[in-house]
Every structure is written in structure tokens, then in C-alpha cells.
């Protein structure tokens, strides 16, 4: 079956433009993260959906952050006014359900690059 | 506040030897789960090895295994046989069944695997 998917694959925008960045699960996760990792370092939690619902959001970095889910599946993380350090690769992953040992599936994330 | 510690940036190994990356945790969850995941230069995210907090005996997975010691809170993988394929990112990760299960991950060790 399909794997999480994420568009656009790369994304080069100018400073102060938004951006929207698109994550399709698998279809039936119900629990649905956006992190963020720059270059050279680990992943940073951004926030997490059960459902539409997004009962974490304390990864998000400021108020120009932003993300929707609708209809438990698609996810839009957008980011207005982009800044030079918001440049990092933005992955997504998925998971069946929440418990300690459920594996997230990751999709192949979205580089943004702001100039 | 959970954190991951992984304090070698990088590591070689021979083909056919084994290799152990370390990985030390905090938490004051009482129940928590360990990933590791390996990120090739591809950057994918995929998936290794799990450990539950609870679990008595040791993971493993094929050439993977998890050195886990509670006490001493460290999670440590182990590669056995290494193979040249397995030269990537390798990056150990906590979830916690109290919260949203985000993964919080460590900075991440470049494994590099030599002839």
C-alpha cells in the first residue's frame, strides 16, 4: 500500500512569502506529526493531530506557524510571512493510534529553502 | 522534560564488525517508548528497532538489537555484521503514553562503514 506522502518534494520561496506544505497519510492512521529538521541536526516535534483535532501544538515556533487536518487524512502546515531560518526539511509522519509503541511512518519531506 | 542524548556525532566500523551507537534518555514518565531510526542520505526516516519501557527482554531485529538498561537509562543499538549499506544517519528517538506520543529525537550519529 501507499506510504506517507508529502508535496511539494522541494520548495524554494523569498522572505516574507507563505507557504503551504501538504502531507497525505496512510490511509487509516488516525494520529498524524509534523516535525521539522535543519540541516545537520535531529528532528524537532512541531505538532500532532488525533483526528482533526490537534491537541499538541507546543512544537510550533511562533504564530506564523500554522497546520489544519481535514477529514482524518490530508494536512496542510502552512507558514506565513517565511523567514531565512525557517529553511529545514518538513517531514510528516503517520501512525495507527496512540500508544507508546506505535511506529510513526515518515514521508520523504518537503525542503524549503527561503532566500 | 524528556530528553535524548546522543554524544557521538560520528562513528566507523569495519564491513562484517559490529557496531554499537549510544543513546542515553531522560523522562519522568514511567511508561515511554525507544525507536531508533536510520536516515540515509536519501533522507528518509526509516524505521529500526523498538523498546518499551515495561519490556524485560532486550529488542531485536535481524542485525539490530537494543541494549537497553533501565537503570542507567541508556537505550544503545547494536549493528551486528555491518554492512556498507548501513552507512547513514542513525538517530534514537522517546515517546511518552502520557502525552501525544511525539517522538523526541537526539542530534544523531553518522555511522560510516569502511571496506
Known amino acids: 500500500g501507499a506510504g506517507v506522502s508529502q508535496s511539494p518534494s522541494n520548495k524554494v520561496t523569498e522572505k516574507g512569502k507563505d507557504v503551504e506544505l501538504r502531507c497525505d497519510p496512510i490511509?487509516?492512521?488516525?494520529?498524524l506529526y509534523w516535525y521539522r529538521q535543519r540541516l545537520g541536526q535531529g528532528l524537532e516535534f512541531l505538532i500532532y493531530f488525533q483526528g482533526n483535532s490537534a491537541p499538541d501544538k507546543s512544537g510550533l515556533p511562533s504564530d506564523r506557524f500554522s497546520a489544519e487536518r481535514t477529514g482524518e487524512s490530508v494536512s496542510t502546515l502552512t507558514i506565513q510571512r517565511t523567514q531565512q531560518e525557517d529553511s529545514a526539511v518538513y517531514l510528516c509522519a503517520s501512525s495507527f493510534e496512540t500508544s507508546a509503541d506505535n511506529e510513526q511512518f515518515f514521508g520523504p519531506g518537503t525542503r524549503l529553502t527561503v532566500l | 522534560a524528556q530528553k535524548i542524548t546522543q554524544t557521538q556525532p560520528g562513528m566507523f566500523v569495519q564491513e562484517k564488525e559490529a557496531v554499537t551507537l549510544d543513546c542515553t534518555y531522560d523522562?519522568?514518565?514511567?511508561?515511554?517508548?525507544l525507536f531508533w531510526y536510520k536516515q540515509p542520505s536519501s533522507g528518509e526516516m526509516i524505521f529500526l528497532i523498538y523498546?518499551?519501557?515495561?519490556?524485560?527482554q532486550n529488542a531485536t531485529e535481524g542485525r539490530y538489537s537494543l541494549n537497553f538498561q533501565k537503570a542507567r537509562k541508556s537505550a544503545n543499538l547494536v549493528i551486528s555484521a555491518s554492512q556498507l549499506g548501513d552507512s547513514a544517519m542513525y538517530f534514537c528517538a522517546m515517546s511518552a503514553s502520557y502525552n501525544t506520543d511525539k517522538l523526541i529525537f537526539g542530534t544523531g550519529t553518522r555511522l560510516q562503514v569502511f571496506p
Open positions: 523498546q518499551g519501557s515495561y519490556d524485560q
Open positions: 523522562t519522568s514518565d514511567p511508561s515511554y517508548g
Open positions: 490511509s487509516g492512521h488516525t494520529a
